[in-house]
């Protein structure tokens, strides 16, 4: 390659290396540590972490890991891996080796210092930063962005960068999130209720200025106007909060065990939020939640998989490169 390839640096949270005890402490620190994600002075938080935390939620996690782990490995690494070698055989096709990518996890292998030496080794001098992120928030996007920075830091030579902050309103983005539940209504029939669910941040964040729970309801209310829903056939909530304090309602959990009580018997839930399966997929909504639902009364729960490695969701990912990549190929 030239000196003036273009790297992709595809970026998303992490996992642990297995679903140990002592892989996923080692994740959760260096996870909950991060001033992004949890906003509590120092050392503070220091205390909480190490004294309680630590002590006690990665033996839980650990169990909830190996539920969903496979042969291959994390179902998050693995699908993320595949998303990448898809993506780079795209770019491959259109752009005849101008245009490189690299995976890298916020937290856990392979890392943003990992990803960004695999483009640096290419000799990439300008690299765009994508973060698998359809929604921008400060816990989870601006988190790859400081890690990014922080790694460049040590470079003597910096590459020209871009960073993608969000695409939740992207017309392909939407559409690929509707094909994915027309294809699985093809198949299961449609429900009484789709219920959308996305990733919580504390309600103190949006508070704060986080446009994230805006940027979500633009999503779930363009998917449910690509897929003609009435509004008693759609809604959307949030799932995955942690501790005592307030984090963006509905919550996903108390909503399905209220939805029997108002005669939804069948439920379809599907996580616009999430641009690959992993444990808050996989075992909080398939298995977690599908329990909640059945034992208020509901009678058929279905969870419809992210978008994955789906070729619509990869061609919207090539059509995000190239707009952000405009300007670079010409020059």
């Known amino acids: 390659m030239s000196e003036n390839s273009i790297g992709i640096l595809l970026a998303n949270l992490g996992t642990p ?8 402490r080692r994740y959760l620190k260096q996870f909950l540590w991060d001033p992004r994600v949890v906003e509590v002075p120092r050392l503070a938080w220091w205390l909480v972490l190490n004294l309680v935390i630590l002590n006690t ?3 839980r996690s650990a169990r909830a890991y190996a539920k969903v782990w496979t042969d291959e490995g994390s179902p998050l690494l693995v699908i993320s891996q595949k998303q990448q070698a898809a993506l780079q055989a795209v770019l491959q096709q259109q752009y005849a080796g101008q245009v490189t990518s690299a995976l890298a996890m916020c937290y856990g ?3 943003i210092a990992a990803g960004l030496d695999e483009l640096r080794a290419a000799d990439c001098r300008r690299i ?3 973060p698998l992120y359809p929604q921008y928030s400060a816990t989870s996007t601006a988190a790859v962005f400081d890690a990014v920075c922080k790694e460049m830091r040590h470079w003597r030579a910096v590459p020209e960068l871009r ?24 198949v299961h029939g449609e429900p009484d209720r789709l219920l959308m669910s996305f990733h919580g ?15 979500c309801e633009v999503t779930a209310m363009q998917l449910a106007k690509e897929l003609e829903l009435q509004p008693a056939q759609w809604q959307f909530s949030f799932q995955s909060r942690l501790g005592p304090k307030a984090w963006l309602k509905p919550y996903t959990d108390h909503t399905l065990a209220a939805l029997p ?16 399966d992993c444990l808050e997929t996989l075992e909080e909504i398939a298995m977690e939640n599908r329990d909640v639902y059945l034992e208020a009364g509901g009678k058929q729960y279905d969870y419809i998989p992210c978008l994955n490695d789906d070729e619509p969701h990869i061609d919207m990912l090539a ?3 190239a707009r952000h990549m405009q300007g670079w190929l010409e020059s």
């Open 201 to 215: 941040i504390p309600q103190e964040y949006a508070d704060a200025g986080d446009p994230y729970p805006c940027q």
């Open 17 to 24: 290396d297995s679903p140990s005890p002592r892989d996923v």
């Open 163 to 186: 960073f993608v902050n969000d695409y939740f309103d992207d017309d392909l983005y939407i559409r690929a999130l509707a094909d994915s539940v027309r294809r699985y209504q093809s």
């Open 128 to 130: 765009l930063v994508l």
């Open 261 to 276: 009580g108002e005669g939804v018997n069948s439920v379809q839930v599907v996580c616009p939020g999430f641009s690959a």
């Open 109 to 111: 292998k392979p890392s």
């Open 57 to 59: 939620r990665p033996r």
């Open 319 to 321: 059509g995000l490169v």
